[in-house]
């Protein structure tokens, strides 16, 4: 009788709350228990419910339940979210204790873990990206055959043996692991360098096996070290020992050794980058090389160049007093054609480095103890320009050093730069040729990188 009052729009307000718990209980069969303040409080609202909706059925319950279900659906779906982001989270937050970071020295400008393992990714991704397209169709096309399947593995081995310092750098300069390391004050080269030398060294640990190796040849470093099977590109990937496929402990003597090498070379790398601009005013151009050269008879050592301004040789004396300074390391003179030219890090037999300087008639007694005469020699070599000239040419180039003394004689000095090429020439790695024919002197190592010695 209600219910058909209700849907005919006669129902009227009644003031006593307890006849309406009927009413509760056929729109809710399923509550047991009722809040009759709540009920009270409610009243209006579900008066009107009542009046405008059909009464309660089997198909209503029905679709009641299918839209709590799905309520409850969303609301289990938003908490699995929250707590997905959550564990995400706290995963972000527990790699970040979990970083290994250097044991030896602190307070480096950007991530060691981060850099090492941009170097990793752009020497394995860099080929697989150019090359594995043309492999895959290859490699399916011969897929009937067996041995053909295993060539082209090899193949795609050997894919990864294909890159130069200057192409890693540009690698690693889109992809730096760490963006930080693109704002230190060492060059990006510099930092490559030395972390692709550690690579390939020995490091002292139990099992180390070198991850790079360097090929003088083709001037091309390849990653030899483990290469991960998994294609995670997360983080947390790259920089784990699982994806370097290396021990834990290892991965922090890597990390040490590379800080170790950072802290060795800051004085010096900061040294190098206080050089000024070489000076514009050079006598000689790459391209000068036949002309100057022309009239020079075979049979007899003339001079091809003049001696150098003082603006030349003031520049040449800051670069020849840093190179003492550093010479365990390859250093970069500028030649008389305005180019770099390579000379080799200075080789010390055995014992701790001599503080005294061995007399010399020709050398002037307060220079470094390093230098020597094949050092005078060599350097006067490097600045040829074009890398070749006469050997009167490397007498001239001699005398703009700043521990040569002055007033030594043009004879004296042939007969010192005539036995110190000779030596340069006949050693396990010579820096210099003879040219027979043309009497020329040729410098070798011009073109040399610092892992080329």
């Known amino acids: 009788m209600f219910q058909r009052h ?3 729009g006669q129902m009227k307000k009644i003031d006593d709350p307890e006849l309406h718990i009927p009413l509760l209980k056929a729109i809710y069969p399923d509550v047991r228990k009722i809040n009759r303040r709540k009920l009270v409080d409610n009243l209006d609202f579900k008066f009107q419910k009542m009046v405008k909706e059909p009464p309660v059925s089997s198909t209503r319950k029905l679709r009641f339940n299918n839209v709590k279900a799905e309520s409850t659906d969303s609301s289990f779906l938003k908490g699995r979210a929250l707590e997905g982001a959550s564990s995400e989270a706290k995963a972000v937050k527990k790699l970040s204790f979990n970083l290994i970071s250097p044991t030896v020295h602190s307070g ?9 393992s941009a170097i990793r990714i752009a020497m394995i991704n860099s080929h ?29 081995k050997n894919l990864l043996q294909c890159l130069t310092i200057h192409e890693i750098v540009e690698h690693v300069r889109s992809n730096p692991g760490d963006p930080h390391v693109l704002e230190a004050r060492e060059t990006l080269q510099d930092l490559i360098r030395g972390a692709l030398i550690i690579f390939s060294s020995a490091l002292g640990a139990k099992g180390w096996k070198a991850l790079t190796s360097y090929d003088k040849s083709s001037k091309h470093w390849s990653w030899i070290g483990p290469i991960s099977s998994r294609q995670d590109n997360a983080i947390k990937e790259e920089i784990s020992p699982e994806a370097w496929g290396l021990p834990h402990r290892m991965m922090v003597k890597l990390v040490d050794a590379y800080a170790n090498w950072l802290k060795s070379v800051e004085e010096t790398l900061k040294l190098i980058r206080s050089l000024p601009t070489p000076p514009l005013t050079y006598l000689y151009s790459a391209g000068d090389v036949e002309e100057r050269l022309k009239g020079v008879r075979p049979r007899k050592c003339v001079a091809t160049i003049s001696p150098c301004c003082a603006e030349v040789r003031a520049y040449f004396h800051k670069e020849e007093a840093l190179r003492y300074m550093v010479p365990e390391r390859a250093f970069s003179y500028t030649a008389l054609d305005g180019r770099k030219s390579t000379v080799s890090p200075l080789r010390r037999c055995s014992g701790k480095p001599s503080l005294k300087t061995r007399d010399h008639f020709m050398l002037k007694s307060n220079r470094p103890p390093h230098f020597t005469v094949l050092c005078l020699v060599r350097d006067a070599a490097a600045r040829l320009p074009a890398s070749i000239g006469t050997r ?22 042939n007969q010192v730069v005539s036995g110190a090429l000779d030596r340069l020439h006949y050693e396990k790695d010579p820096c210099v040729q003879f040219d027979r024919d043309t009497k020329f002197w040729i410098y070798l190592h011009r073109e040399r990188e610092e892992e080329d010695f």
């Open 392 to 413: 009167t040419d490397v007498c001239i180039l001699v005398r703009d050093s700043q521990y040569i003394v002055e007033d030594i004689s043009d004879e004296q000095v």
């Open 108 to 116: 480096f400008s950007f991530s060691i873990i981060h850099f090492l």
């Open 6 to 8: 209700a849907r005919e």
């Open 128 to 156: 697989a990206e150019k090359n594995g397209l043309s492999f895959r169709k290859s490699l399916g096309e011969s897929s009937s055959v067996r041995g053909a399947c295993n060539s082209k593995r090899t193949e795609k």
